[in-house]
């Protein structure tokens, strides 16, 4: 139980371009998602907490503009990297929290997306 | 100071041995630890979820908490090199589902 899948795994983009990130949870209804960035030997850097039917949470020094975050089902959020620059390739990372499973104060991560923007 | 500390080593051991991981943290409002394993390229998969101090096993894996200390841990028993990854410890507040991470600990099993 409690699997998370991300799409895409990998995307290569033109400097400009948008790019959209989906997050579903499989077999669990998610109230409560996150999506995190990592870079190379680091740890996760959560950007923004995306609650169902309602606006994300973004953590400081992450632009919402930029980074769009959307939430409109129990079983999927989007991330959508607008404009993107070569300083947004990064590993993006997606995680779910279900709350009616037994481990409620933990999130189950999804595979992550690697995205590089030339 | 960091919320969370863990060494992120490298750590290398040779097969069978035990793994010892640990953290630290300071705020005493912690009340839920985690330990996720990721290789490379993969999100972080779950391995121990532990409320309060306490031990819990799991298989070969053996997590413990000590609140006084605000210490925990991660035993592997046994390792194989496939538990060659990077671990991750991780902990929340009871009224709040963010999760503070330690920088992760990456350990190599050597065959």
């Known amino acids: 139980g409690a699997v998370v899948s991300q799409h895409p795994s990998r995307v290569i983009c033109k400097s400009g371009t948008s790019v959209k990130i989906e997050c579903r949870s499989l077999?669990?209804?998610?109230?409560?998602m996150f999506w995190y960035r990592q870079f190379p030997k680091k740890s996760l850097m959560l950007m923004a907490t995306?609650?169902?039917?309602?606006?994300?949470?973004?953590e400081q020094g992450v632009e919402k503009d930029k980074f769009l975050i959307n939430h409109a089902s129990l079983t999927l959020s989007t991330l959508t990297v607008t404009s993107a620059h070569p300083e947004d390739s990064s590993f993006y990372i997606c995680s779910a929290r279900d709350p009616l499973g037994p481990a409620t104060n933990t999130q189950y991560f999804g595979p992550g997306t690697r995205l590089t923007v030339l | 100071q960091k919320e969370v500390e863990q060494d992120p080593g490298p750590l290398s051991v040779p097969e069978g041995a035990i793994v010892s991981l640990n953290c630290t943290y300071s705020n005493s409002a912690f009340q839920y630890f985690m330990w996720y394993r990721q290789y490379s390229r993969k999100g972080p998969e779950l391995l121990m979820y532990?409320?309060?101090?306490g031990n819990k096993e799991d298989g070969r894996f053996t997590a413990q908490v000590d609140k006084s200390s605000k210490y925990i841990s991660l035993f592997i028993r046994d390792s194989q090199p496939s538990d060659s990854a990077t671990y991750l410890c991780?902990?929340?507040?009871?009224?709040?589902?963010?999760?503070?991470f330690g920088a992760g600990t990456t350990v190599t099993v050597r065959a």
């Open positions: 995306s609650n169902e039917g309602s606006k994300a949470t973004y």
């Open positions: 077999d669990f209804q998610a109230t409560t």
């Open positions: 991780a902990m929340s507040r009871s009224n709040d589902y963010k999760l503070s």
């Open positions: 532990t409320y309060s101090s």
